[in-house]
Each structure stands twice: as structure tokens, then as C-alpha cells.
């Protein structure tokens, strides 16, 4: 694997001020509205729903507030109607980019990426310009120091993931993407807690920066980062800098 490590760029969306973790609860309270609306409050019979609610966890996001957020979407009629529209494009230097939003207004999100895009020397492209870059996949990420690596390969291979990978002090386990709400609870099961859990774009091929481009980068990320309708972008910079916990 080129660069950081996943956990580096995970530990960057999770934020390190209170007002970046404002915006993560309000993102993630998004996807749980839409999971509640789109096949119930349930947690037991809406497995999306159970995905939503072990990120809101792995994300710190207090149990009273998911339950709020849950009660809310089940009890509201006509509320916002969120969609989740996916976007395309090059970053600086010619970084490809994946950007995954859930947005009450299309014209509203995709006018702002364009503007994050055209300031930090990228461009939006049209749908296709880059997703064959890229694998959808499942990532689940624990910490290294909880199991050696046989007895994680044992457990992760008959939860029915499909690889796991150590890097820097974190196993990587990697899943199809209609898979990791299984391989997750069956490793819960196991007594294994998880840093994160959510679903990806891999990129299949990786892009360094210059240090002038690598500015534009960080920029960049943290104009999508404080985005509201903004869930979560991809990209195949592998030289940026870690973050400070």
C-alpha cells in the first residue's frame, strides 16, 4: 500500500476540534435519517440502519443523541428528503477525487465542490472521469495491539472478510461491500471493538504532490470536510502529510 495509512486519513475526517466533531455528528446523523426513512427504526431488521449506528459509535457520537436522531426521523412526516448524489473530479496536481454527498439541494452541493474544485486548482468532471480508479469495498479497521496476526486472520477469514492487512499498528480488514455489516457484527461477536467501519473507494493507482500542490490539497479537504451535505470524499494523493491526533 502507497503513503499513510488508512487510519491516518480516518483519524483526519474524525477531526480534531470540537467544531470538526460537530460536523461529524452532523453527517453521520444524516446517513442515520436516511436509513431510518428508508426501511424503518428497527435496528434488528434494518441492517443499514445497524451500519449507521456502529459508525455513529465508532465515531463517538453519544448513545442519547443517536437515539434522538432515530426517534425523530421515524415520528417526522414530510420532513427534508436528503439524496445522495455522488461527484467526480481532479484535485490539485491531478489528484483523482470521489466525493459522496447528502444534500436537500443538488444544485446548491454541486455549486460549492465546483467552487472547492476551481480555487484549490481541480476541476469537477463528468460521471465515469474517475471511478474506474477506484474499488468499492468494505473497511473495518482495529487496533493491532488486541490479537496477533494468526488468531486476527483466523477470526476475520470466518467472519467471511476477504483479506486483512497490518499497517502501522492497525489490521486492515478489507470485505465486499454487502458484506461488512456481517463480518462486523460476527467479529463483535468475538469481543473485537473497531476503530472504524464504513464502506470505501480504494484507489487501484496512487498520485504524489509537489509541496506547493500539497497545500492546495489539505485546503481542499478541509472546505469539503466542513461541508455539511459533504459525507465523504476518496482520493489518490499517497504523500500527504500525517495528522496530529
Known sequence: MAGHSKW???KRKKGKTDAQRAKVFTKVGREL???VRESGA???ANGKLRDCIAKAKANNVPNDNIERIIKKASGESGAVAFEQMIYEGYGPGGV???????TDNKNRTAADLRHYF???????GLPGSVMY?????GLILIEAKVANEEKMMEDVLSAGAEDLVLNDGVYEIITEPNDIGKVREALELCGYKFLSCELE???STYTSLSNENLVKMEKLLDMLMDNDDVQDSWHNCDNLPEQDE
Open 8 to 10: 491516518n486519513n480516518i
Open 33 to 35: 435519517t436516511v436509513a
Open 42 to 44: 428497527d435496528p434488528s
Open 96 to 102: 483523482a477525487f470521489i466525493v459522496e454527498c447528502l
Open 118 to 124: 476551481d480555487k484549490n486548482g481541480g476541476n469537477l
Open 133 to 137: 480508479m477506484f474499488t468499492r469495498r
Open 201 to 203: 473507494y480504494s484507489p
